[in-house]
């Protein structure tokens, strides 16, 4: 058998019987609240599970996690929390009342998520003689120019078994093609239930979405942090191995408790996910969008979402205040727009997911919206080039290629491991739009980092001609020193490995490294004429035997500078703080001192000293600086080859 899992969730008006219809379907009363059962309302989600087989092939099993949500007006917030992840919408319409006020405000949340496949079901047909085609009229004029036009429409009545088994039917054809959710490697779990059993522990439930979860995983729950380990799974109340994307999962983590007034836990609203994929935000930029469809209030206007305002934000089963801050005064219904979400404590979220703002007494549903950045920064809130980069992802918001290619150009480099981490894509699929744009030329994989080329180009070039003045300034100088090349370019970019990896490939043809500097191959240091004289003063003194200390070497400015010439390219070589020997005389030591080791085995100071024929204030320092370079060890009195 091969089993594709879905979410299914009901909408719809208060006691238009979606309950009923989920336990006429599956079996299983959704209602498990002793006030739910004795008012006969839904107060909170309820679950369920039905499987069905595809008409079109056997053995497809649709595995189908039912989500029933609360239908009253004061318990929108309930009902946002259950539809946060879902394939399909059961539209629930009771024939006796039509299409109602919570039916079309859950039609905008559900279409502000992103949802495109529905089934409605007329209910309460055995409460009507005439009126259900009318309802059916209406139900088609309702959704007319939604995503949900053609949804097939089914007509029911607990009370008599009607369109029960036709009802299944459409459910069953409307999924049978449709894709299951991607397991992206990254797996999460909104909290909507947070419970302890006695002798197991802590209990959370949620749909699965993203990746897969198995038994004995390591956990992280946001925004606590806290860590923690999966004792169990269960899926529909069967114990398993390891749950997958789009399906209701119950885990038991016992490491965690439950959160109080006083002390931190996990709740409704809280985040299993793994540690790998980075921690909360604090701000995030988004996309928002007012459904032209919203209802006017009580006042006959419709409800303003303004700059500054402070709203609720309902992401997954997270129900949490923040600020909204836009370059517009107000946005208005059938508009959409930029803003920027500030919250007191951080929400774990990804780039590309969907959210649901109403407004902070939860009377009316605001907007929907996407985010777009979720490590946004405050100061930047009018920044063209953020506006931009928002722009580029608004247009395609479910390409991998648009973020990758929006992250590029912003920030110039970013760390291969790092990229788009926390957003609604695998790893596979960031680093195969990452190959392509190296394949086209318009980014440049090198160790860890991906550079867009227009950046790598610029700061190339901008190297190049640190290099070159320096050698047109300063032609006795051996070439640029490192760190007078990095600071050349870290205002552009501070990414030490980008420096790292662009001094690399400048060395891999007309530039090279010598010690701490770099230069052109071609380049060779040469002696301004102002220190040409200086400069044979300084090698002819150099070949005295002994010859002279550092500072009558070197006594005035322009010996200094010859000197430090002669030692940057080599010519000259200090042994200690007041000895220089030129590169000739240090090689003829060398040899004379590895000689007559070998034909003695070990010397004494006083004995290399001889050999050498220079005085103990040569030899002393000299034979230290062979010690350090490794060509002579030091036992007691006497020296060896090493």
Same mark, same amino acid.
């Given at each position: 058998?091969?089993?594709?899992?879905?979410?299914?969730?009901?909408?719809?008006?208060?006691?238009?019987?979606?309950?009923?219809?989920?336990?006429?379907?599956?079996?299983?009363?959704?209602?498990?609240?002793?006030?739910?059962?004795?008012?006969?309302?839904?107060?909170?989600?309820?679950?369920?599970?039905?499987?069905?087989?595809?008409?079109?092939?056997?053995?497809?099993?649709?595995?189908?996690?039912?989500?029933?949500?609360?239908?009253?007006?004061?318990?929108?917030?309930?009902?946002?929390?259950?539809?946060?992840?879902?394939?399909?919408?059961?539209?629930?319409?009771?024939?006796?009342?039509?299409?109602?006020?919570?039916?079309?405000?859950?039609?905008?949340?559900?279409?502000?998520?992103?949802?495109?496949?529905?089934?409605?079901?007329?209910?309460?047909?055995?409460?009507?003689?005439?009126?259900?085609?009318?309802?059916?009229?209406?139900?088609?004029?309702?959704?007319?120019?939604?995503?949900?036009?053609?949804?097939?429409?089914?007509?029911?009545?607990?009370?008599?078994?009607?369109?029960?088994?036709?009802?299944?039917?459409?459910?069953?054809?409307?999924?049978?093609?449709?894709?299951?959710?991607?397991?992206?490697?990254?797996?999460?779990?909104?909290?909507?239930?947070?419970?302890?059993?006695?002798?197991?522990?802590?209990?959370?439930?949620?749909?699965?979405?993203?990746?897969?979860?198995?038994?004995?995983?390591?956990?992280?729950?946001?925004?606590?942090?806290?860590?923690?380990?999966?004792?169990?799974?269960?899926?529909?109340?069967?114990?398993?191995?390891?749950?997958?994307?789009?399906?209701?999962?119950?885990?038991?983590?016992?490491?965690?408790?439950?959160?109080?007034?006083?002390?931190?836990?996990?709740?409704?609203?809280?985040?299993?996910?793994?540690?790998?994929?980075?921690?909360?935000?604090?701000?995030?930029?988004?996309?928002?969008?007012?459904?032209?469809?919203?209802?006017?209030?009580?006042?006959?206007?419709?409800?303003?979402?303004?700059?500054?305002?402070?709203?609720?934000?309902?992401?997954?089963?997270?129900?949490?205040?923040?600020?909204?801050?836009?370059?517009?005064?107000?946005?208005?219904?059938?508009?959409?727009?930029?803003?920027?979400?500030?919250?007191?404590?951080?929400?774990?979220?990804?780039?590309?997911?969907?959210?649901?703002?109403?407004?902070?007494?939860?009377?009316?549903?605001?907007?929907?919206?996407?985010?777009?950045?979720?490590?946004?920064?405050?100061?930047?809130?009018?920044?063209?080039?953020?506006?931009?980069?928002?722009?580029?992802?608004?247009?395609?918001?479910?390409?991998?290629?648009?973020?990758?290619?929006?992250?590029?150009?912003?920030?110039?480099?970013?760390?291969?491991?790092?990229?788009?981490?926390?957003?609604?894509?695998?790893?596979?699929?960031?680093?195969?739009?990452?190959?392509?744009?190296?394949?086209?030329?318009?980014?440049?994989?090198?160790?860890?980092?991906?550079?867009?080329?227009?950046?790598?180009?610029?700061?190339?070039?901008?190297?190049?001609?640190?290099?070159?003045?320096?050698?047109?300034?300063?032609?006795?100088?051996?070439?640029?020193?490192?760190?007078?090349?990095?600071?050349?370019?870290?205002?552009?970019?501070?990414?030490?490995?980008?420096?790292?990896?662009?001094?690399?490939?400048?060395?891999?043809?007309?530039?090279?490294?010598?010690?701490?500097?770099?230069?052109?191959?071609?380049?060779?240091?040469?002696?301004?004429?102002?220190?040409?004289?200086?400069?044979?003063?300084?090698?002819?003194?150099? =070949? *005295?035997?002994?010859?002279? @200390? !550092?500072?009558?070497?070197?006594?005035?400015?322009?010996? &200094? #500078?010859? $000197?430090?010439? %002669?030692?940057?390219?080599?010519?000259?070589?200090?042994?200690? =703080? *007041?000895?220089?020997?030129? @590169? !000739?005389?240090?090689?003829?030591?060398?040899?004379?001192? &590895? #000689?007559? $080791?070998?034909? %003695?085995?070990?010397?004494?100071?006083?004995?290399?000293?001889?050999?050498?024929?220079?005085?103990?204030?040569?030899?002393?320092?000299?034979?230290?600086?062979?010690?350090?370079?490794?060509?002579?060890?030091?036992?007691?009195?006497?020296?060896?080859?090493?």
């Amino acid at each position: 058998m091969d089993p594709r899992h879905f979410i299914i969730a009901t909408a719809g008006h208060v006691d238009h019987g979606k309950s009923s219809l989920v336990k006429a379907l599956t079996g299983i009363d959704p209602d498990r609240l002793p006030e739910e059962k004795a008012r006969g309302i839904t107060l909170d989600l309820g679950f369920a599970h039905l499987e069905l087989r595809s008409a079109r092939d056997p053995s497809i099993i649709l595995d189908l996690g039912m989500v029933d949500v609360p239908g009253h007006e004061n318990l929108v917030k309930n009902m946002v929390s259950g539809v946060g992840s879902i394939d399909l919408v059961l539209f629930v319409v009771a024939a006796d009342d039509g299409w109602m006020p919570q039916t079309e405000e859950h039609l905008q949340i559900i279409t502000y998520l992103g949802v495109t496949r529905a089934v409605v079901a007329v209910t309460k047909t055995d409460l009507v003689t005439f009126a259900e085609e009318a309802a059916v009229a209406q139900i088609h004029e309702q959704l007319r120019g939604t995503p949900f036009a053609s949804a097939p429409i089914v007509k029911t009545s607990i009370v008599t078994g009607r369109g029960i088994e036709e009802l299944k039917a459409a459910i069953g054809r409307v999924l049978q093609d449709a894709p299951s959710q991607q397991d992206i490697g990254k797996p999460r779990l909104p909290v909507d239930r947070a419970f302890t059993l006695p002798g197991i522990g802590t209990v959370v439930t949620g749909t699965l979405t993203c990746g897969t979860l198995r038994r004995g995983q390591e956990m992280v729950v946001w925004p606590s942090g806290k860590t923690c380990r999966i004792r169990t799974i269960q899926s529909h109340g069967s114990q398993v191995e390891l749950c997958r994307p789009a399906t209701r999962t119950a885990l038991n983590l016992p490491d965690l408790i439950i959160s109080s007034d006083n002390r931190e836990g996990v709740r409704r609203g809280s985040i299993v996910t793994t540690a790998d994929l980075g921690r909360p935000s604090c701000t995030l930029d988004v996309l928002l969008d007012r459904s032209a469809r919203l209802a006017a209030d009580k006042s006959g206007r419709v409800r303003a979402l303004k700059d500054g305002a402070v709203v609720r934000w309902h992401c997954g089963s997270a129900n949490v205040p923040a600020r909204l801050l836009g370059d517009w005064d107000e946005l208005a219904p059938g508009m959409q727009g930029f803003g920027q979400l500030r919250f007191d404590s951080p929400v774990f979220v990804l780039a590309g997911e969907k959210f649901i703002l109403r407004d902070w007494s939860e009377q009316a549903t605001l907007a929907g919206g996407i985010v777009l950045d979720v490590d946004a920064d405050r100061k930047s809130l009018s920044n063209d080039k953020r506006r931009r980069f928002l722009q580029q992802r608004a247009e395609t918001p479910s390409d991998v290629f648009s973020f990758v290619d929006s992250q590029l150009t912003r920030d110039g480099a970013v760390n291969r491991s790092g990229l788009l981490v926390k957003a609604l894509f695998s790893s596979e699929q960031i680093w195969h739009a990452v190959l392509q744009r190296a394949k086209e030329g318009k980014a440049i994989v090198t160790g860890d980092l991906v550079v867009e080329i227009e950046t790598w180009t610029t700061l190339w070039e901008s190297m190049v001609r640190a290099v070159d003045r320096e050698h047109q300034a300063h032609p006795e100088r051996l070439g640029l020193s490192l760190t007078d090349l990095r600071a050349s370019i870290e205002p552009i970019s501070p990414l030490p490995e980008l420096i790292h990896a662009l001094t690399a490939a400048l060395c891999v043809k007309e530039f090279q490294k010598v010690g701490t500097f770099i230069r052109r191959i071609t380049h060779r240091p040469t002696l301004p004429s102002e220190l040409q004289a200086a400069g044979d003063r300084v090698r002819s003194a150099l =070949d *005295d035997n002994p010859p002279p @200390s !550092r500072n009558r070497l070197a006594p005035d400015p322009l010996s &200094q #500078k010859a $000197l430090r010439f %002669l030692l940057e390219t080599g010519e000259a070589v200090e042994i200690s =703080d *007041d000895i220089v020997l030129s @590169s !000739r005389a240090l090689s003829q030591i060398v040899a004379t001192v &590895q #000689k007559t $080791l070998q034909d %003695l085995g070990s010397a004494t100071t006083s004995e290399i000293r001889k050999a050498i024929g220079t005085s103990r204030r040569i030899a002393v320092p000299l034979l230290e600086f062979l010690d350090h370079n490794g060509i002579t060890r030091r036992e007691g009195d006497k020296r060896f080859l090493r």
